[in-house]
């Protein structure tokens, strides 16, 4: 049975050239991992915290403080114990930090540290770590997951938080769903994005790109974007609804003031009915089958999910219904797991059951 026999935590910079941290965990019989963990551009108001200096050093985003929780508290904690009980290092952070939203030592720090373990624990079992994870899942939810390569989502246009223009709207995505097999998916996006710079082009649009390469010009509706992206697929000779589908992830805590949803780019303000009504009218006549979104905006879907059992739509055109059910059914999970955080599961497994759930609900909406 490995043990911990030391923990070291640096600062590095991520690809926004902002710091994080970077932290190397060493096993007593040799096996060493190291994990990272830069943050987006946006946050959500039930994030835990990501331990910040302040001061003038990066613009106030240095991490040196989270660093040295884990130099110090973090590693004299773990110093010992062994990285294969997940759940134990996953309560020991838990514990020493003590507070719901990890405040106190930094949820980059814990976080860094509970990655570094699990990826040290699978190398010194010489399991690849997504087969690692996948017995962590079975020994909490007591159950494996049949692993498939994952329908990949693609970020091809921008704006809120990752973009300097006027869309609200973060990300635009698309799916390939409707390739056979992962490199046909990848060259549908590829052809896609291209065809959408060219049409940028022809309008005369920017085609500059936001933090995560998608194209991040001015428009003058959110609606607008989706119809540049139908006008890109269906350049490509592909169809959208079967063979490509829509991703929203509208970060909208990012444009929510005062019980308000802000979307300056169109100059409009509204409640949370109407800016469900508002998303309501995008997926009637574009198909988007997921919605990232905080569940803020959709606690009338969660409390009717609650209620009623989850009824999975396999259309490939989502109407509203099916819309809520992947938007609730998200929020739900996402909801059951964050107050599971603080007597069971570490940040790190909250977002990992989350994200389990999620890639099969997926996967079943894709059969």
């Not at 991490?63 to 020991?92: C, F, M, W, Y």
């Not at 799916?175 to 710079?197: C, D, R, T």
Request: charged share 25%; proline share 3%.
């Amino acid at each position: 049975m490995p043990k911990i026999e030391n923990l070291t935590s640096i600062q590095v910079l991520d690809s926004r050239g902002l710091p994080t941290i970077s932290t190397e965990i060493l096993l007593d019989d040799g096996t060493r991992s190291v994990a990272m963990v830069p943050s987006g551009a946006s946050t959500g108001e039930k994030e835990a915290l990501e331990l910040r200096d302040g001061g003038q050093a990066f613009l106030g985003k240095g991490v040196t403080k989270a660093i040295d929780n884990v130099n110090d508290r973090i590693k004299n904690s773990l110093i010992g114990e062994n990285p294969l009980d997940q759940d134990h290092i996953d309560q020991i952070l838990n514990n020493l930090d003590g507070t719901s939203d990890k405040s106190n030592l930094g949820a980059n720090a814990i976080l860094s540290v509970s990655i570094a373990s699990s990826k040290a624990s699978s190398k010194s079992e010489n399991l690849d770590l997504h087969n690692y994870f996948n017995i962590l899942l079975g020994n909490k939810m007591g159950k494996t997951i049949d692993q498939v390569i994952p329908i990949p989502m693609l970020n091809i246009l921008n704006g809120g938080e990752h973009a300097d223009n006027n869309i609200d709207i973060q990300e635009f995505m698309i799916i390939p769903k409707g390739a056979v097999n992962f490199s046909q998916a990848m060259q549908w996006s590829s052809e896609i994005y291209w065809n959408l710079k060219s049409i940028l082009k022809e309008k005369g649009l920017s085609t500059a790109v936001g933090d995560e390469g998608g194209f991040a010009p001015n428009l003058n509706t959110n609606r607008e974007a989706l119809e540049l992206i139908a006008r890109a697929v269906d350049k490509t000779d592909l169809k959208l609804g079967s063979d490509i589908c829509i991703s929203l992830d509208c970060a909208a805590s990012e444009f929510y003031e005062n019980g308000t949803y802000h979307l300056k780019g169109e100059d409009r303000e509204l409640t949370s009915s109407e800016f469900a009504e508002y998303l309501e009218g995008l997926a009637n006549d574009f198909p988007i089958i997921s919605d990232l979104e905080r569940p803020r905006t959709h606690q009338f879907l969660i409390s009717q999910l609650e209620q009623e059992p989850v009824k999975l739509k396999r259309e490939h055109h989502a109407d509203l219904k099916g819309l809520q059910n992947i938007i609730g059914f998200i929020g739900l999970i996402r909801k059951i797991a964050f107050h599971m955080a603080d007597d069971e599961i570490s940040a790190f497994n909250y977002n990992f059951i989350f994200l389990s759930y999620c890639s099969s609900f997926v996967f079943i909406i894709f059969q």
